[in-house]
């Protein structure tokens, strides 16, 4: 595995590729990586002939009170499971080369950046697409792909890409859960033991919220209510939202039709968790 720092030199590198005739597979990333990350990883060499891994604690993306200074990085431990998979190229830029001084340029997607977390963390969508906007035009990548777990983040990109007549396929690949049914994410490690036992209940209260659509219920307020309820019963959690959306728009149902997604987002002590099921 070849690590690459330089933007210049990783565009000089897909470049060569691309004349080539090789097929690039992005997995874009901010580190701390898990099973979720590798399983990206491993869909992308499935189809590519050249896998290219960024790691990049976006600053942009997150908000004045959020925890960029404390996202977990470990990249002796990043960089040893890559090695594990084959990964052809780390792409692992600093946030001066990402934005150097005088950046001023940003890419506001609208539709799908609307609600959800989008409401809950204003700007946040904004930073994801101009440091996505960015990385597609540094590593030129045929496909990039994405997991299903920031379902919300994958719509945006998606509609950048169209909007904008990018020429990269992007592939969103299902999430992956513990055997409790928790998605998995870098920032569970910041759970203790006692919250950790808890976590499982927001996707216990999207199954039920499945359960009552997929037997006839199409009151969106009558499903939420009761998955609200069910997350509730975890005593440590505050609920920023539960929703049930169209999954390209993101547009809030009333009635569910089909598709749907129903989404949630919940604190468990500081400790942000989302998790969906499309239905």
């Known amino acids: 595995m070849k690590t690459i720092s330089d933007p210049r030199k990783m565009s000089s590198f897909s470049l060569s590729a691309r004349k080539k005739g090789l097929k690039l597979g992005f997995v874009p990333t901010m580190g701390a990586l898990h099973e979720g990350h590798i399983a990206l990883v491993r869909k992308a060499k499935k189809t590519s002939d050249i896998v290219v891994v960024s790691i990049f604690v976006n600053p942009i993306q997150f908000g004045p009170k959020e925890d960029y200074k404390k996202y977990p990085r470990n990249p002796k431990k990043d960089a040893a499971m890559l090695e594990k998979e084959n990964v052809d190229i780390l792409f692992y830029p600093s946030a001066g080369k990402m934005f150097p001084e005088g950046f001023s340029s940003f890419v506001e997607v609208g539709g799908p950046d609307k609600g959800l977390c989008g409401a809950s963390r204003p700007g946040h969508f904004r930073g994801v697409a101009t440091v996505v906007a960015k990385l597609f035009n540094i590593v030129m990548p045929e496909k990039a792909f ?95 939202y539960v929703s049930i959306v169209d999954p390209e728009t993101m547009e809030p149902q009333k009635t569910i039709k089909r598709p749907a997604l129903i989404a949630a987002a919940a604190y468990l002590g500081k400790t942000r968790l989302i998790d969906n099921i499309l239905v």
């Open 146 to 240: 994405f997991g299903a777990k920031d379902f919300q983040q994958q719509a945006v990109i998606k509609k950048m890409v169209k909007d904008l007549d990018m020429s990269v396929d992007i592939v969103t690949v299902k999430t992956v859960r513990e055997k409790d049914g928790l998605a998995r994410s870098s920032r569970n490690a910041y759970l203790s033991k006692a919250q950790r036992s808890q976590a499982p209940v927001i996707y216990r209260s999207l199954r039920l919220a499945s359960k009552m659509i997929k037997a006839g219920e199409t009151n969106a307020a009558k499903v939420t209510a009761a998955a609200r309820k069910h997350i509730l019963k975890g005593l440590d959690f505050k609920i920023d």
